[in-house]
């Protein structure tokens, strides 16, 4: 079947960097799915993984971690799901991604697509939909429908993860958004999923809040350029208040923290899974609530660009969109 992979790390304008393979057909036992894959899409990750792991001497690395499909076979022990069913989720970085024909993922982590989306609208919502939600409600402990009137900064919001933040923040809290974009696109897409106000994270954020009438945040999702934003967020921060962080800093020192009793999260998506955690159904549930707030017309795809087939050249197209730092929503590719 076909798929796309690597053998070694390489920048993207190297065509060897993603290439179209073939591979065999896979099998579904235990928990697990057999999923024809209809479209996926590229989130930052991807790019991480193909910059820095090697697969073993004569192997391929397969990317991809979101992914729509139809399930075409099922393991003995699943019963979540059955074949002919419409799905969407976002796997395990600890197994081969969805950039190929056939795909394997634990039914425990998949949620049934939305009817009203088209694949490659549903494929660009996985990853950031569970990073989000996981983020905002796990870690941030905000309540859904909850009377509470305080305020979340969101750095970053007008990418991947920001735009579903932001969408589930407004429709399903009571929380004051803040979101940072920085060219006048981006923040015009903030203010249409629901911000209440768009800063600019390339001036100083303490002096816009105030401007806003928003000194600080009792919580902040830090979704990009954390090592930049830190000392910002520190002063910013609400005393007792929560700082949740995605991205991958080089250094995050706690200590500054302590004065105002704040807590440090770190959202990683992928745990669940990894770990095959006892609530690791959690996953499955989000998706499926997720999929009813898009059908009732709640939530919507945060899909901007479809760039073609499931091919390697498409693949390395989206790859440096993402390397560029200046992608909005989400993109998607479709068929192979």
Known sequence: MKA??????????????????????????GRDLMVEVKAV????????????????????????????????????????????DEVYYAGSIARPGTNQELHLVDERIVGRKPNKLSFAEAAALPLTTITAW??????????????????LLIVGGAGGVGSILIQIT???????????ASRPETKQ????????????????????????????????????????????????????????VIDDPKTLDAKPLKGKCVS??????????????????AQHNLLNETAGLVDAGVIRTTVTEVLGRINAENLRKAHALIESGRAQGKIVLAGF
């Open 264 to 281: 440090l999260h770190w959202e990683f998506m992928f745990a669940r899974a990894v770990y095959k955690t006892p609530d690791m159904i």
């Open 41 to 84: 899409s590229v989130n930052p990750v991807d790019t991480k993984v193909r910059k820095s792991a090697k697969p073993e001497p004569g192997q391929y690395k397969i990317l991809g971690w979101d992914a729509a499909g139809i399930v075409r076979g099922v393991g003995a022990e699943c019963s979540l799901f059955k074949p002919g």
């Open 189 to 244: 897409w903030c203010l249409d999923l629901g911000a209440h106000y768009v800063i600019d994270h390339n001036d100083p954020l303490e002096e816009q809040m105030r401007a806003i009438g928003v000194p600080s945040a009792e919580r902040i999702a830090s979704l990009t350029a954390t090592d930049i934003h830190y000392p910002s967020l520190i002063e910013l921060v609400a005393p007792q208040g929560k700082i949740g």
């Open 4 to 29: 796309v992979g690597y053998q070694e790390p390489l920048p993207i304008d190297n065509p060897r960097s993603l290439m179209d393979i073939e591979i065999p057909e896979p099998q579904a036992t």
């Open 134 to 151: 996981e983020l905002l409600f796990d870690r941030l402990g905000a309540e859904k429908n909850g009377p509470e009137r305080s305020s």
């Open 170 to 180: 407004r429709k399903l809290t009571s929380l004051k958004i803040i979101a940072t």
